[in-house]
């Protein structure tokens, strides 16, 4: 059973830094690794998606990478700003199913 | 372009009450339509998956259930409410074809308080 994990549950930093967020998963047999944000009391926006041919993908200030054979996926955040503060998820779709399983998020806030 | 709407946004039932979330997708065909359930500090929950008309997957046993009476509509039901229903719920839709790189999109979420 595919299981993935978000440490830390929580982060804070300062405006302007660069910070990485973390995402594990135990099984490696995945078609893409999506990274997710979602705002408190609304829904996910999807904000990039790694396929699993792929090793990262950018948008903007934001850069996911993917490393299948350890099970490692980062999203890593550029001059944080303080509306980066939200919860952020990573979902794997896995081969012959079409149903993601999420992490729990990490919580990120930027302090200004 | 595609959007999804679900509603109501917010929702306060007494227990043992009958529940109906009702979710639709417009400017797409045969979508595959997800109901998720996120409680307190936990991840998101699958609880129903549809790839047609007619055709619910069941993840987890329990007090709800679905149905797709249309293709671009999804509807998340209970006979009667338990307290442990309380959570944020989430419909989402994809593109059928899989494994291409066919993101997942979320609707705004449904807050439900059994009380």
């Known amino acids: 059973k595919q299981e993935v994990t978000q440490i830390p549950a929580a982060l804070s930093v300062p405006e302007g830094e660069n910070l990485v967020l973390n995402c594990s998963f135990t099984d490696s047999a995945i078609y893409n690794l999506q990274w997710f944000r979602q705002d408190p009391g609304k829904g996910l926006t999807s904000l990039l998606l790694i396929q699993s041919s792929q090793r990262e993908q950018t948008s903007g200030r934001l850069n996911a990478s993917l490393d299948k054979s350890s099970g490692r996926s980062t999203l890593y955040i550029a001059a944080s700003q303080p509306g980066d503060s939200a919860t952020y998820l990573c979902?794997?779709?896995?081969?012959?199913?079409?149903?993601?399983?999420f992490g729990t998020g990490t919580r990120l806030t930027i302090i200004p | 372009s595609q959007t999804i709407h679900q509603w109501p946004a917010t929702l306060v039932q007494p227990v043992g009450s009958p529940l109906s979330l009702e979710c639709t997708v417009e400017?797409?065909?045969?979508?595959?339509l997800y109901w998720y359930r996120q409680a307190a500090g936990r991840g998101l929950q699958l609880l129903f998956y549809s790839v047609g008309i007619g055709q619910i997957s069941s993840e987890v046993p329990q007090n709800l259930s679905a149905s797709r009476p249309q293709d671009r509509q999804f509807i998340l039901s209970s006979k009667k409410l338990l307290l442990s229903d309380s959570g944020f719920y989430l419909c989402a839709w994809s593109v059928r074809a899989r494994g291409s790189g066919n993101t997942i999109y979320f609707g705004e979420g449904s807050w439900l308080t059994v009380v």
């Open positions: 400017g797409t065909s045969n979508p595959n």
């Open positions: 979902a794997v779709e896995p081969f012959g199913n079409e149903k993601l399983t």
